[in-house]
């Protein structure tokens, strides 16, 4: 694996939040807030954004990223409003995303291959990987967990390490056992978080899940209780043990018990809102869920409109 610049070291962002709002641009659009709360459960973002990850810190600031360009565009929850925080470029993609507590951005780069950090407080470039040489893969999703930032490959059965805040190679996973690549073009491996235990990874992969094992890359499917699978699985959010899936063109979310070990879930429940229209990932803040719609099925032009929206957990 290579990488483009230098690694930067770790850092602290007390306070980062308050600089980062200094460098966002172009503010778009009304915000629709809560009743009796003032805080927006729906704020719009550019037309053409295409977006499809978002990720939440301990702050109430959103980063969104665009499949369209790979910009990132930062949105402060009290109040709808934001704007543009790392510009993009032709060629690139932001797919999934995470924040970590030292104020880096972790951004899956789609067909280009890549893992990249961004400065959550200035939006510089920091970092580049080229996760992969394969002709035609899709980092999909990311999740924090550990030393490393783990992320999916929807194209292949390798999931993807990348040190976080240090210098360091990143490590290649390649996944076994009971896990099954779906064919090229097709909803595969996508949203991933840590089990509860912490001793692996929960990975949604054409409708099931799986739980992998770090030491070995072993993939257990996970047995499902109350649901025979989780159709369009996309983002995932994990609360103890509860699991939040994220269907997405079935524009629901549904949630799940999980035992210690992540070997079995139970249907529990699903969130449905009339304003979803084909969401991808979400995030918690708070009581809350929030989640980007990515419109799939609407036409994806410059001219289309984009939006994020809240729902209660």
Known sequence: MTRNHPQ??????????????????GATGTAQAAPGTGWPTEFPLPDGWLPEGITIGSRPYAYMGSRADGAIYRTDL??????????????????GLKLDRDGLLYVAGGAGGTARIVDARTGALLTTYQLTRDAAPFINDVVLHGDRAWFTDSRAAILHGVPRGRRGEVRTLPLTGEWVQAPAGTNSANGLVASPDGHALIVVN???????????????????????????GDGLVRLGRTLYVVQNRLNKITVWDLDRKATAATLTRTITDPRFDVPTTAARYGDRLYLVNARFTSPQVPETTFNAVAVPL
């Open 206 to 232: 054409a409708g099931q899940l799986y739980t992998v094992d770090l030491g070995s890359g072993h993939a257990t499917k996970v047995t499902l209780k109350g649901a025979a699978d989780v159709a369009g």
């Open 78 to 95: 009290r109040s709808g409003q934001g704007g543009v925080l790392h510009e993009g470029a032709a060629g690139l993609a932001s797919i």
């Open 8 to 25: 930067p070291s770790r850092r602290t962002v007390l306070g980062g939040a308050v600089a980062a709002l200094a460098v966002v641009t």
